[in-house]
């Protein structure tokens, strides 16, 4: 009897080389190199943010309560805006003016209350101005763009 054929890829003469012919493809087993390693406590993420999201709260507040109606209105413009600063900043002039007595948080403030509520918080890294990558994993030590 014939033995079975072996997974592909598995084969002595077939396998995938410990170390990429191809630049693209270097790059990529970093990223998953860097995966494999990945921890929280790695992460760039605060201490603080770390233990949110080790022990996330259990109870959020009421949304639909009266009182949380300045709340809930920041809380859908800062998602509408799509987190855009520049966006954010104008929408929240432009509410408070036309309201009197109307007092939105700032966009650094909606951060740390999404934060707080979710757990997340971003991290914030370079990018290439054309969004073609951000300077991380394997791109961390560039200074400019490997794409464009």
């Known amino acids: 009897p014939e033995p079975d054929d072996p997974e592909y890829g598995r084969h002595e003469q077939t396998g995938a080389p ?17 995966l494999k390693t990945a921890t929280l406590d790695k992460s760039g993420m605060s201490k ?10 259990r109870h959020l507040p009421d949304l639909s309560a009266p009182e949380n109606r300045t709340l809930r209105y920041s809380l859908r413009m800062w ?18 003016e036309n309201t009197d007595g109307l007092d939105l948080p700032t966009l650094d403030a ?3 209350l999404v934060a707080e509520l979710t757990g997340v918080e971003p991290i914030k890294t370079d990018m290439c101005v ?10 961390a030590p560039l200074d400019r763009c490997p794409f464009c």
Not at 28 to 34: C, D, K, L, V, Y
Not at 48 to 57: D, G, H, I, T
Not at 79 to 96: C, D, I, T, V
């Open 18 to 34: 410990p170390v990429a012919r191809l630049e693209e493809l270097r790059e990529q087993q970093a990223f998953i190199e860097a």
């Open 48 to 57: 603080e943010a770390v233990a949110r999201l080790r022990n996330p709260r």
């Open 79 to 96: 998602l509408a805006n799509g987190h855009s600063e520049k966006s954010y900043h104008e929408n929240r002039f432009a509410a408070m």
């Open 110 to 112: 909606m951060e740390d």
């Open 130 to 139: 054309n969004s073609c990558c951000a300077y991380t994993g394997p791109y």
